[in-house]
Structure formats: structure tokens, C-alpha cells
């Protein structure tokens, strides 16, 4: 069992298998990209899988694929089918722009996956194409309705952003959450654009999402959620799914935290606003892999920071970053 230099356990790996991507989210990379990693940096998919089954064996029982766009890279369902082979992985998860996974969803059911966040920050075509810097809203939308209709559990990440799509907020419930058993979670939005903009405070921090959402809705009931969840969710009188906000700038649910991050470069990340001190690239391509990555990683585990504020004093650096390469 891996337990952190807090006391808190950590049985959940987000595993970006990726840092390319075929949209320009304006709030995660600048339009030009980002200096994507050299491909022979990226982990292979054996690579990947052998990582998995040793996190797994350390006490590793839900991964998240994230990415850049995890279904960019063409040789996921290999991932996804050795994983979901894998005994004591309980729960494999997916977090993605639905611009890709059409083809995907019968294997994926067949597979067991049934949790798909699924990042949709607009409910027109227009607000779509000025947040991505892409076209690409009725494909993700018809997307989305199928996963709905294939029974899959989705949540709709929906990032808040001043002056851009908060607009959206009130027509994506009525959308989504009024009709369908979905959960739309509002994020507030994080430095990791790659440089584009720093910031150091927000407009929309949780408190003004909540605020503006019980503005329009008088009966919000408070619901009940796991221990170690980011989110505070919410239901709607009458509504058939529910919504969720999550204060990933404001911070206050790091003390349950218990993730634990790895690139798609190998970077092992013990905090999203960590600097990556340690990477496991070299010696999962070397003999002896599978003991000297549970050491390394037994070390990450040991000196994390107590919450994101301590990680973002230890890194000066950290707005530098993009979420496209941190792994979201
Ligand atoms: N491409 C996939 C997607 O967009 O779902 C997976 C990778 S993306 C980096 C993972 C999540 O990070 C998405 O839900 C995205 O909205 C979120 N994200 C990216 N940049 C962010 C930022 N600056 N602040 C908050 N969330 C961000
Ligand atoms: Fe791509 Fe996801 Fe970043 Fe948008 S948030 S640019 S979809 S990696």
C-alpha cells in the first residue's frame, strides 16, 4: 500500500498516455501548441502497461487515461484492453474531448470502462470554436449523447472563464442535467496554459459558480460525496442528473488527496502544482525495472507536499506549465 509522508493513501494514478492533442483549449496551450515532447521521450505502450501492473501491485486500484487527447494516440485500445486484464485494477477511467472516442464506445463497454469525463466548456457551436480554436462542437455533442445513451457514467469538466463561456453555464444544465442522468462539474480555471496567461486570482472561483447557479435555481439540494472527491455536488429540484463544482484553483480538498500523476514522458508528479523531480523513463527501459521504479516511486509517495499551496512555494515555475503535458 503506498502511503504519503501525511498519512494519506494513494490508490489513484492519472496516467497521461500522451501530450499531443487535436484541439487548442485557450485555457490549457496557445495556439501554436506547446513544444510537444520528442516521441521517443513518450512512453511506449508496453511501457505504460508494465508501469501500470507494478502501481497496481503497490496498491494502485483506479487509473485515469488522461492526456493530451488520449484518443490521439492510436494504440489506447491496446493500453485499455492489457489494463483492463489486470486483476486488482478496479477501475479504469477515461478523461477526454469526445472528439475521437466514437468508434470506440462498443469496445470500451465490452471492455468494463464505464466512467468517461468528458471536457465540454461550451453548449454552442460558436462558444465551442472560440474556446478549442476548433470546429468541432456537433461532433463532441453526438458523442456525448451516445455515451449517454450506452449507459456510460459521464461527467462534463466545464472550466468557468471569465469573459469566454459563462454564458453557457445555465443553458448546459438545462441541456444536459435536466434531461439526462449526467453530471456537469464546473472547474475553476487553473495557471497551466503554457505561458499564455498567469493569474493569481479568478472571477469564478467556486463561490461566484455556486452563487450565479442558485441565482437561477431556488431548490439546489446538497449531496453527499465521497471522501477523497474534489467536487461538491449538487441537485436540482426536478433535474435527472446533477451538477458538481470543483475548486481546483481555490483548493481546499488536498487533504484527502490521493492521486498520484505520471506523464506520458514518465515524469512522476505528486501534485498538479508540483515541479516533476522525478522521472521513471530511463529506468523502466533498464533491467531491474520493476523493483527501482517501486523504489522511486516509494519516494515520490514519501516527500509529497501537504497541499497545493506548499507544492506551488516549492515551484516558481509552476504557470509555465501546460495542462496538455501535466496530464489533467
Ligand atoms: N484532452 C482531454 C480533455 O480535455 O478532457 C484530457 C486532458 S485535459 C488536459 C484534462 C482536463 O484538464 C480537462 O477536463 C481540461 O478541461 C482540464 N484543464 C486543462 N487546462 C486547464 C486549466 N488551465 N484549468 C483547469 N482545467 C484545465
Ligand atoms: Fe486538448 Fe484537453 Fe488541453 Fe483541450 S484541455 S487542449 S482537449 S488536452
Not at 139 to 147: E, R, S
Not at 162 to 188: A, K, W
Not at 275 to 281: L, T, V, Y
Request: with cysteine; net charge positive.
Amino acid at each position: 500500500m503506498l502511503i504519503d509522508n501525511h498519512q494519506r493513501k494513494i490508490n489513484y494514478l492519472r496516467l497521461a498516455v500522451t501530450d499531443r492533442c487535436n484541439l487548442r483549449c485557450n485555457y490549457c496551450m496557445p495556439e501554436s501548441g506547446i513544444n510537444f515532447a520528442k516521441k521517443y521521450k513518450l512512453l511506449s505502450i508496453d511501457e505504460l502497461y508494465r508501469l501500470s501492473k507494478t502501481l497496481v501491485e503497490q496498491g494502485i486500484t483506479k487509473i485515469r487515461i488522461t492526456g493530451g487527447e488520449p484518443f490521439v494516440r492510436k494504440d489506447l485500445m491496446v493500453l485499455l484492453r492489457k489494463l483492463s486484464a489486470l486483476p486488482k485494477l478496479e477501475d479504469i477511467r477515461i478523461t477526454t474531448n469526445a472528439t475521437l472516442i466514437g468508434q470506440h464506445i462498443p469496445e470500451l463497454k465490452e471492455l468494463g470502462i464505464k466512467n468517461i469525463n468528458l471536457s465540454l466548456d461550451a453548449i454552442t457551436p460558436e462558444t465551442f470554436k472560440k474556446v478549442t480554436r476548433r470546429d468541432q462542437f456537433e461532433t463532441v455533442y453526438g458523442n456525448l449523447i451516445k455515451l449517454i445513451q450506452e449507459d456510460f457514467n459521464v461527467k462534463v469538466n466545464f472550466i468557468a472563464l471569465d469573459g469566454q463561456n459563462t454564458e453557457d453555464m445555465i443553458p448546459i444544465l438545462e441541456d444536459l442535467t435536466r434531461h439526462y442522468p449526467v453530471s456537469v462539474r464546473f472547474l475553476e480555471e487553473m495557471p497551466f496554459n503554457g505561458g499564455s496567461k498567469n493569474f493569481q486570482t479568478i472571477k469564478w472561483n467556486h463561490k461566484a459558480i455556486y452563487n450565479y447557479i442558485a441565482s437561477q435555481y431556488p431548490n439546489i439540494e446538497k449531496l453527499s460525496s465521497e471522501k477523497t472527491s474534489t467536487s461538491v455536488n449538487y441537485r436540482i429540484e426536478g433535474f435527472e442528473g446533477n451538477f458538481g463544482i470543483i475548486p481546483s484553483f481555490t483548493r481546499n480538498f488536498c487533504g484527502s488527496c490521493n492521486r498520484l500523476r505520471i506523464t506520458a514522458t514518465g515524469d512522476v508528479i505528486t501534485c498538479l502544482y508540483a515541479s516533476a523531480n522525478r522521472n521513471i523513463r530511463d529506468i523502466l527501459r533498464a533491467e531491474n525495472s520493476e523493483e527501482n521504479i517501486k523504489n522511486e516511486i516509494l519516494k515520490a509517495v514519501g516527500s509529497r507536499a501537504k497541499d497545493g499551496f506548499e507544492a506551488e512555494d516549492r515551484n516558481k515555475n509552476y504557470y509555465e506549465n501546460s495542462m496538455t503535458s501535466i496530464g489533467g
